[in-house]
């Protein structure tokens, strides 16, 4: 079974970190581009950053740089993203994704995007 599994969500004060994983079931991520996507509250699904397949370059939404940071470990079949700074605005549930691509090259189009975790809850509140 192919699958994305996001974890290492949940509730955190405002300044605080996180670190989400997000791990591929049954295929291997090594040639794959993988980005982070959130959504909040009656807001739309929005792309948080993401990181090619080979010679990995990284790309993040406008503001978040500096406080979020994208990673991958294939050894691990495991990308992260790591959140620091942590702000009430950062609260939605967010995604990992996966399509194929052997380029150094990564956008966060959701229709180019295959595979789909369940999503992991991030609240940020004190």
């Known amino acids: 079974q192919v699958q994305l599994v996001e974890s290492g969500g949940g509730l955190v004060q405002p300044g605080g970190s996180l670190r989400l994983s997000c791990a591929a079931v049954?295929?291997?991520?090594?040639?794959?581009?993988i980005g982070w996507f959130r959504q909040a509250p009656g807001k739309e699904r929005e792309g948080v950053s993401c990181i090619s397949s080979t010679d990995p370059t990284t790309w993040y939404e406008t503001g978040l740089k500096g406080r979020f940071s994208i990673s991958r470990d294939n050894a691990a079949n495991t990308v992260y993203l790591q959140m620091n700074s942590l702000k009430p605005d950062d609260t939605a549930v967010y995604y990992c994704?996966?399509?194929?691509?052997?380029?150094?090259?990564?956008?966060?189009?959701?229709?180019?995007?295959?595979?789909w975790g369940q999503g992991t809850q991030v609240t940020v509140s004190s």
């Open positions: 994704a996966a399509y194929f691509s052997g380029g150094d090259y990564c956008g966060v189009n959701p229709d180019e995007y295959r595979y």
């Open positions: 049954g295929f291997t991520l090594d040639y794959y581009a």
